[in-house]
């Protein structure tokens, strides 16, 4: 079985493989995943694991899981099952390189925009020639409403609302307003130009906001919230299977 770890930065995020079956998936904070992890150990007989942290994890904490999994810890060294032509590969994130491979295992032979909603938006293309190009990267949902409060004076921080107002008739309905639909109006956007490029396209949403997005987006799209860690073990089996 294999472990998949997940450094977001919000949450950890743990799953167990068998093959390529989701058998179960947890989150924790940086300060109980050690004993959640040595919890899933006792549990599963994991062979083989990888984490992806595009957040610090304490030095401390990640010898500790070596020590309780054979693991690989991915980067831009590690084998991929697409060819990268991404201009700086040192900088590209390992969640981003996860997805991209979800895209290769899951939709092969397909142009595949990959949306990512959480802390950041990302945008990344893998073409049918099973090559990553590159994609674009935008402020988050929650990020957006930090924002919007924190630049300004008198602007209040608000929480996402479910129902985005049709007109901003108050200052937080025009702060909903202005941000959920500027959102959608742009991930919008952003699959049209894909589309004007490349008429045979799949678009696969996932991340923290896929639920809230799959739910106003017009676009039709595959909202699968566990891409990243399919994503990761595809890479994984990659490695082992070398």
């Known amino acids: 079985m294999n ?7 919000t949450l950890i995020k743990v799953a167990v493989f068998e093959k390529e079956f989701l058998l179960f998936k947890d989150q924790f904070q940086q300060d109980t995943v050690l004993s959640g992890i040595r ?4 549990q599963y007989e994991i062979k083989h694991g990888i ?49 991209v491979a979800a895209a290769s295992k899951q939709f092969p032979k397909q142009n595949t925009l990959i949306i990512d909603a959480g802390s950041c938006i990302t945008f990344d293309f893998l073409n049918e020639f099973n090559s990553y190009t590159g994609g674009a990267i935008s402020p988050g949902i929650e990020m957006r409403y930090k924002a919007v409060n924190h630049f300004t004076s008198n602007l209040p921080l608000l929480k996402r609302t479910e129902r985005i107002p ?8 025009a702060i909903h307003q202005g941000i959920l639909n500027g959102v959608i109006l742009e991930i919008e956007g952003v699959i ?9 396209l799949t678009v696969v949403l996932t991340g923290g906001d896929t639920i809230f997005l799959a739910k106003n987006l017009k676009s039709s799209i ?12 595809s890479i994984l089996i990659h490695n082992i299977d070398e």
């Open 3 to 9: 472990l998949v770890i997940d450094i977001g930065n």
């Open 39 to 42: 919890s899933i150990t006792e």
């Open 51 to 99: 984490i992806s942290h595009v957040a610090a994890l304490d030095s401390n904490i990640m010898n500790k899981i070596k020590d309780l999994v054979n693991l690989i810890v991915l980067n831009h060294d590690t084998r991929i099952p697409f060819s990268n032509n991404y201009l700086t590969p040192k900088t590209l994130g390992v969640d981003r390189l996860a997805l």
């Open 166 to 173: 049709s007109v901003g008739d108050s200052t937080e309905n």
């Open 192 to 200: 049209s130009q894909y589309l004007a490029k490349n008429q045979k």
């Open 222 to 233: 595959f909202a699968t919230p566990n891409f990243l860690l399919e994503g990761l073990n």
